[in-house]
């Protein structure tokens, strides 16, 4: 029963785009890095059959085969046994969808329309670009477009209805103890080393002088366009976005959330041909094009050109950390949470008093840490700390390679243990809250499922998750 409220509550990961993707697009602010393999050919088309029924619903073949198309695009190696989970993503999406209907529960158009663009533009960089994508599907965009917008609109329909039936859940003090109480205890989980730590983080920044000859590149690369070069063959030729630049800068269809505020102000104020002037974001010096405009959306693509960082910006980072810790040091009015919102330049930390947030627990940001889940560096700096110090600057090298100078604060640590209510109350009320929400969603399906008309294709009845949708045969004495 568990396992299944857990495949529930994440039904549209098999027949939707993988949302993990490495955030490296320049202007919007999450986007894949395409991936420049050749992809396998598209899936086979087959006369059409009725797969499954669902209430008056019904389920086709074809349905399965696009799902599976966008499984195979995300890089997966064939496997004909995902399809009996895509079956059952889409039995449960059609059960909810019905049920929202019933309730009025409804998407707006427009947010439809983003979700579209927004998976085309990660299935396109997948693939490697329009032109792979298009011969994989053996269709064009635009086609293939219009025929995901009705499914994607029901996957969305259905998320909301799902987030519906649980939102009114919650867990007292009570609940996560009796929770914890029922865990044997041979089995309650174990913890990591955790750590709360703070950073104050020093960029390295060109200088006026330094940044020109990047806003001259730009410039020279603007101007070249506007004598007649082609805009897609330079962005493909010279952009350093790799999230657009194998589409030749296209960034599609997006609204005034999608990118940064320089580049909002720039794409929202032109009309559909006009190329801005180069300006500057936190990425590096840009200029765009706009292609069209349709009402709060707008489609463009974009040149960006990043600076790389000197050594002289970076010596020049150096002297300013080791002038903060000396501050810190000799002035203890100063303490690390506010250094940290005043000079500190990482904008996901400083307004958070400097301290970091665990990145996999999405839903509850909290700041305790395993240590295994640190920068390795940070976790070496850290492990020789005392609770309450705070570190020398020292150089750190992120995920992307850039350096950049920190100074740590280490607030907290907790060993390894077995869970107990005192040290692990805010991790055993979420896990007696994914409980109570896996148990609340499985009755709520079981219910459904026993209420509603289902038929199964006999081609997926052998389908070990399907077994518990096979509505069983009525005779007719039954039905009487």
């Given amino acids: 029963m568990r396992k299944l409220g857990i495949f529930i509550l994440s039904f549209v990961l098999i027949i939707s785009v993988a949302h993990a993707q490495t955030k490296v697009d320049s202007t919007a602010k999450k986007t894949a890095k395409a991936d420049s393999t050749v992809v396998p050919s598209g899936p086979k088309h087959t006369l059409d059959k009725i797969a499954a029924i669902v209430g008056n619903a019904p389920i086709l073949q074809s349905d399965i085969e696009l799902s599976y198309a966008q499984f195979l695009v995300q890089g997966n190696q064939p496997d004909p046994g ?9 039995l449960t999406q059609k059960l909810l969808a019905q049920q929202a209907a019933i309730d009025s529960i409804e998407v707006k158009e427009d947010e439809v329309d983003n979700n579209v663009d927004r998976r085309m533009r990660e299935m396109t960089q997948r693939a490697g670009g329009q032109e792979k994508l298009e011969a994989f599907l053996g269709k064009s965009v635009i086609q293939y477009k219009d ?5 994607l609109k029901e996957q969305m329909v259905a998320q909301k209805m799902q987030q519906h039936i649980t939102e009114k859940l919650n867990v007292t003090p009570q609940d996560v103890k009796t929770y914890y109480d029922k865990i044997p205890k041979d089995s309650l989980p174990s913890f990591n080393k955790e750590v709360e730590v703070g950073e104050i983080v020093f960029q390295p920044k060109l200088n006026k002088e330094e940044k020109e000859l990047y806003r001259e590149k730009a410039e020279e690369l603007r101007q070249r366009i506007k004598k007649g070069e082609d805009f897609g063959t330079l962005a ?9 630049a194998p589409d030749g ?8 959330t999608t990118f940064v505020k320089e580049f909002t102000a720039n794409a929202f104020r032109l009309k559909a041909g ?3 002037p180069v300006f500057e974001t936190d990425f590096g010096f840009h200029f765009l094009q706009v292609i069209e405009r349709r009402g709060e959306q707008v489609h463009v693509r974009h040149i960006l050109i990043a600076p790389v960082i000197t050594q002289a910006s970076l010596e020049r980072a150096k002297v300013k950390a080791d002038s903060i810790y000396t501050l810190m040091m000799t002035n203890k009015k100063i303490d690390f949470s506010s250094a940290a919102a005043y000079y500190s330049d990482n904008k996901d930390t400083k307004y958070n008093g400097g301290m970091m947030l665990n990145a996999e627990n999405v839903q509850n940001r909290t700041t305790f840490i395993p240590t295994d889940k640190l920068d390795p560096k940070v976790a070496l700096t850290v492990d020789t700390m005392k609770i309450g110090s705070i570190s020398k600057p020292d150089v750190f090298t992120g995920a992307d390679g850039k350096k950049t100078y920190k100074i740590l604060y280490l607030k907290s640590a907790t060993n390894a243990h077995k869970a107990n209510l005192e040290q692990d109350f805010p991790k055993l009320k979420d ?10 969603v499985t009755q709520w399906f079981e219910k459904r499922r026993k209420e509603t008309f289902i038929r199964i294709d006999q081609q997926y009845q052998s389908c070990d998750i399907l077994k518990k949708w096979i509505t069983p045969p009525t005779t007719t004495a039954q039905a009487k």
């Fill in 82 to 90: 995902v399809k009996c989970r895509i079956l059952q993503s889409l």
């Fill in 147 to 151: 025929e995901i917008r009705p499914d």
């Fill in 236 to 244: 493909r030729l010279y952009s350093q976005d790799p999230g657009s």
């Fill in 249 to 256: 800068g296209d960034l599609g269809f997006a609204d005034r």
């Fill in 274 to 276: 006009e190329i801005s």
């Fill in 431 to 440: 896990m007696a809250f994914d409980d109570k929400t896996n148990r609340a």
